[in-house]
């Protein structure tokens, strides 16, 4: 009785111990949404012509860096030279092995509210003070990304 308690408890540990685990990487790239097969813009010219773009579907290519994940969302920097935008994933889990790969992303610009608190994590700023008096809030661009296509390397 007491050897298939513990059979049981291990069996439980290594199932529930698998579905945190590291995503594995899509052999094909694509992760969410097939990303349509247009001219991508630029994240300077995305920054440079925010109002354009706002609350419209963009495609914009990068590298991707600095992935996290927060209760369902994925976040990453999509960066270009010295120009970066943050994209936030809802409901796709993706690799940390990703950072450093060169991919196009489709989704919609946004708007959202950043505390400015000190010693808010990254991530935490859909979160508000108990003393909104002692935070302030700025805006911040993002895409609220539907699909993301890793670039093959050409050979």
């Given at each position: 009785?007491?050897?298939?308690?513990?059979?049981?408890?291990?069996?439980?540990?290594?199932?529930?111990?698998?579905?945190?685990?590291?995503?594995?990487?899509?052999?094909q790239?694509?992760?969410?949404?097939?990303?349509?097969?247009?001219?991508?813009?630029t994240?300077?010219?995305?920054?440079?012509?925010?109002?354009?773009?706002i609350?419209?579907?963009?495609?914009?290519?990068?590298?991707?860096?600095?992935?996290?994940?927060?209760?369902?969302?994925?976040?990453?920097?999509?960066?270009?030279?010295?120009?970066?935008?943050?994209?936030?994933?809802?409901?796709?889990?993706?690799?940390?092995?990703?950072?450093?790969?060169?991919?196009?992303?489709?989704?919609?610009?946004?708007?959202?509210q950043?505390?400015?608190?000190?010693?808010?994590?990254?991530?935490?700023?859909?979160?508000?003070?108990?003393?909104?008096?002692?935070?302030?809030?700025?805006?911040?661009?993002?895409?609220?990304?539907?699909?993301?296509?890793?670039?093959?390397?050409?050979?």
């Amino acid at each position: 009785m007491l050897r298939a308690f513990h059979i049981i408890i291990a069996f439980c540990i290594l199932t529930s111990a698998s579905c945190v685990s590291e995503p594995k990487e899509n052999p094909q790239g694509k992760y969410g949404i097939e990303v349509p097969k247009q001219t991508s813009i630029t994240i300077s010219d995305l920054l440079k012509n925010q109002g354009q773009y706002i609350n419209n579907q963009v495609i914009v290519s990068g590298s991707i860096k600095s992935i996290s994940e927060q209760v369902g969302i994925t976040t990453f920097l999509l960066t270009s030279g010295t120009d970066e935008i943050k994209c936030s994933f809802e409901d796709v889990k993706l690799p940390k092995s990703l950072e450093g790969k060169n991919a196009t992303v489709v989704g919609m610009l946004v708007t959202v509210q950043v505390s400015s608190e000190k010693g808010r994590q990254p991530g935490g700023e859909y979160t508000f003070s108990a003393d909104p008096g002692s935070t302030s809030y700025k805006e911040e661009f993002r895409i609220d990304v539907k699909g993301l296509q890793i670039m093959q390397n050409a050979k």
